[in-house]
C-alpha cells in the first residue's frame, strides 16, 4: 500500500454534531434557566467534572504498566487527579464554590506564562506581533491573578463560558453539516479521475 493509498481516519460528523448540541443545550441552560435549573445543571457537570478527573488519574497511573516513559509526571498527575476528582465527589458543594474561582486563578496563570513566553519570542525576532499580544497577555494574567478571589468573579467567568459554550456549540453544529455534506457521495468527486460509469440495459 502507497502513502497515495493511505486514508487517514477523521472523526464521524455526528460526533461534531452531537458535542454541539449539548455544548448549546449547556451553555443555553446555565444562561436562561431558572436559578434553581441553573443550580441542578451545573452541580451535575461539577459531579461529571469530579468523576471526569478521578477516572482519568486511575487510568494515568495503570498506563504506567504499559508506558514508563515520563513516568514521574504520569504518577503525578494520576495521584492529583484521583485527589481532585475525590474531593469533588465527597465534596460536591464546596467544590461547586471553589471551582470557578480556582479556574480564573489557572487562566491567570497561563496568561502571565502564555505573555512570557510571547516576549522571549519577541525579542529573539518573534516580531512586535509576538511583543503586543505577550504584553496584553500579561496584564490579562496578572488582572485575573489579582482579582480571582473578588465576589462576582467567578460568577462572571462562569456567565463568560456560557456564552463561549452556545458559540461554540453553534461552530460545531454548522461544521458538522459541513463535513456531512462534504463527505456524501453526491458531492465527493471522483477520487481517481476516471470517467464513472453508467449501468446498460440490455434489451431482449
Not at 487517514?8 to 443545550?25: E, S, Y
Not at 461539577?46 to 516513559?69: A, K
Not at 456560557?162 to 458559540?167: D, L, R, T
Amino acid at each position: 500500500m502507497t502513502a497515495m493509498q493511505m486514508t487517514t481516519k477523521v472523526r464521524p460528523w455526528w460526533l461534531l454534531l452531537v458535542n454541539g448540541i449539548l455544548a448549546v443545550v449547556i451553555g443555553g441552560i446555565l444562561l436562561w434557566s431558572p436559578v434553581k435549573t441553573k443550580v441542578n445543571t451545573y452541580m451535575l457537570l461539577v459531579s461529571v467534572l469530579g468523576f471526569y478527573w478521578l477516572f482519568r488519574g486511575i487510568f494515568e497511573i495503570v498506563h504506567l504498566y504499559v508506558d514508563h516513559t515520563a513516568w514521574g509526571w504520569k504518577l503525578f498527575m494520576g495521584i492529583v487527579g484521583i485527589m481532585a476528582g475525590s474531593y469533588i465527589l465527597m465534596y460536591p458543594v464546596a467544590s461547586g464554590v471553589i471551582l470557578p474561582k480556582t479556574f480564573v486563578l489557572v487562566l491567570g496563570i497561563w496568561g502571565l506564562i502564555e505573555g512570557v513566553v510571547l516576549l522571549i519570542m519577541a525579542f529573539n525576532g518573534g516580531g512586535w506581533g509576538a511583543g503586543i499580544l505577550g504584553g496584553l497577555a500579561i496584564i490579562f494574567g496578572g488582572a485575573l491573578v489579582v482579582n480571582y478571589s473578588t465576589p462576582g468573579m467567578g460568577l462572571s467567568f462562569l456567565w463568560v463560558a456560557s456564552i463561549f459554550a452556545v458559540v461554540g456549540g453553534v461552530t460545531l453544529i454548522v461544521q458538522a453539516f459541513r463535513e456531512r455534506a462534504a463527505g456524501s457521495p453526491s458531492a465527493s468527486p471522483v477520487a481517481d479521475g476516471s470517467e464513472p460509469t453508467v449501468a446498460k440495459n440490455k434489451v431482449k
